[in-house]
Antibody
């Protein structure tokens, strides 16, 4: 059974940093691109960032470019999202998502999400 | 900047058929955008329904189907049930690793 378990969310002050983790199981992790998708309270879904199976290629939305970085550790089947210079608009539930194959392939499985709140 | 468009809300009667659409403010949606559809109920993670235009995700009943209708991607629900009342999101691939979600459609079954 495919599972993704996010962790690392919490309350952080504006300008602060946070690192999210997503531990995956039930599939050959290194064969699949992974993504982070977020959802602000009461709002729709927003794609944040993707990483290829090898980790060699990464892509990010303009709204987070230069502040967030995605990485992965295939030996631990874990993907990370390092979030720096956080602003109030980054407050959201962050979902980890598995892609069918590469970064240009769709998402088929989702984690349950972790809440990030940016507030003083 | 191209925006992905969805109907903000839609209503369907139990047992009825409804088609939700996913378009672009500039241009037409085609299979090269790899349109996907997700269902989300309040407080829950999204669930993948359809990807690559018309491929049903594992466990999704065949009353959910995807297609291209005219210049938009479409999600059709046949024989709507009460538990289909959810938010539905589409996403399109814009190239260079970039995906853009539509604003979502709130479907009411009544």
């Amino acid at each position: 059974e495919v599972q993704m378990l996010e962790s690392g969310g919490g309350l952080v002050q504006p300008g602060g940093s946070l690192r999210l983790s997503c531990a995956a199981s039930g599939f050959t992790f290194s064969s699949h691109a992974m993504s982070w998708v977020r959802q602000a309270p009461g709002k729709g879904l927003e794609w944040v960032s993707s990483i290829s199976g090898s980790g060699a290629n990464t892509y990010s939305a303009d709204s987070v470019k230069g502040r967030f970085s995605i990485s992965r550790d295939n030996s631990k089947s874990t993907v990370f999202l390092q979030m720096n210079s956080l602003i109030a608009e980054d407050t959201a539930v962050y979902y980890c998502a598995k892609r069918v194959s590469g970064t240009n392939s769709p998402t088929d499985y989702w984690g349950q999400g972790t809440l990030v709140t940016v507030s003083s | 900047q191209t925006v992905v468009t969805q109907e903000p809300s839609f209503s369907v009667s139990p047992g009825g058929t409804v088609t939700l659409t996913c378009g672009l403010t500039s241009g037409s949606v085609s299979i090269t955008y790899y349109p996907s559809w997700y269902q989300q109920t309040p407080g829950q993670a999204p669930r993948t329904l359809i990807y690559n235009t018309n491929t049903r995700s594992s466990g999704v009943p065949d009353r959910f189907s995807g297609s291209i209708l005219g210049n938009k991607a479409a999600l059709t629900i046949t024989g709507a049930q009460a538990d289909d009342e959810s938010d539905y999101y589409c996403v399109l691939y814009m190239g260079s690793g970039i995906w853009v979600f539509g604003g979502g459609t709130k479907l009411t079954v009544l």
